[in-house]
């Protein structure tokens, strides 16, 4: 698709108030085209986000595979069937990994999420992202250390990198829910190289930029 101006519209979901982010492109034939980036939860408010504009909803892409990401990926779907759920090749994507890691990370408030009906549910996914390919317009680049197979979505045109729990705004995510610290000291190296300009839209709290996050990090 060629890279025209991405439109993007933030959307704060769910217990965790995980930003999920619905996408906007003006193909070259004049159609839009949308895609969602971590549908975390709340249905309602990113199918109200995504009917602003007329169009097709291409992929549902996620940045990993923990529950706060997910919890409307089944209800989106079910809305946009031709839409594509693609999902990093090493991040292991079921309901029994899901609901496990949901219940080390909640603890008793797990009994009162829907992950503890028996009926939770997670669509099969459609594609298995690579670290750099093109996706959308965006540079697919694999993020281990939050989750094995974490994955960040860096739109080198407008300069917007998308980062999903990897890098927060002067922080990092967690690595004791299926991931590693020494991978995330090197995946943040790796995002720590990108143009200082790019704007950091986090998967949690607000953005923040590669420069204002250089000298934060001491590894």
């Given at each position: 698709m060629q890279n025209n101006k991405l439109k993007i519209d933030c959307l704060q979901t769910g217990m965790l108030q995980t930003n999920c982010y619905c996408l906007f492109r003006t193909g070259p034939d004049g159609s839009m085209h949308k895609?969602?980036?971590?549908?975390?939860?709340?249905?309602?408010?990113?199918?109200?986000?995504?009917?602003?504009?007329?169009?097709?909803?291409?992929?549902?892409?996620?940045?990993?595979?923990?529950?706060?990401?997910?919890?409307?990926?089944?209800?989106?779907k079910a809305s946009f069937p031709q839409a594509l759920v693609c999902i990093g090749e090493e991040e292991p994507y079921s309901v029994e990994t899901i609901v496990s890691i949901a219940k080390n990370a909640l603890g008793p408030t797990f009994y009162s999420t829907?992950?503890?009906?028996?009926?939770?549910?997670?669509?099969?996914?459609?594609?298995?992202?690579?670290?750099?390919?093109?996706?959308?317009?965006?540079?697919?680049?694999?993020?281990p250390g939050h989750t094995k197979g974490s994955l960040c979505f860096l739109d080198e045109e407008d300069k917007v990198l998308f980062s999903g729990d990897t890098m927060f705004c002067g922080s990092h995510g967690r690595t004791d829910l299926g991931g590693d610290m020494d991978d995330m000291k090197s995946s943040l190296m790796e995002?720590?190289?990108?143009?200082?300009?790019?704007?950091?839209?986090?998967?949690?709290?607000?953005?923040?930029?590669?420069?204002?996050e250089k000298g934060r990090y001491e590894f």
């Open positions: 895609a969602v980036i971590d549908p975390g939860d709340d249905i309602r408010v990113i199918l109200s986000s995504l009917s602003k504009l007329e169009g097709n909803l291409d992929y549902i892409l996620l940045t990993h595979a923990h529950f706060d990401h997910l919890l409307a990926l089944s209800a989106l829907p992950l503890s009906d028996p009926s939770f549910s997670v669509p099969p996914a459609d594609m298995l992202m690579k670290d750099g390919q093109e996706i959308f317009g965006m540079k697919v680049i694999h993020t995002l720590l190289a990108l143009d200082p300009e790019t704007t950091v839209l986090c998967g949690h709290d607000g953005p923040t930029t590669i420069g204002e």
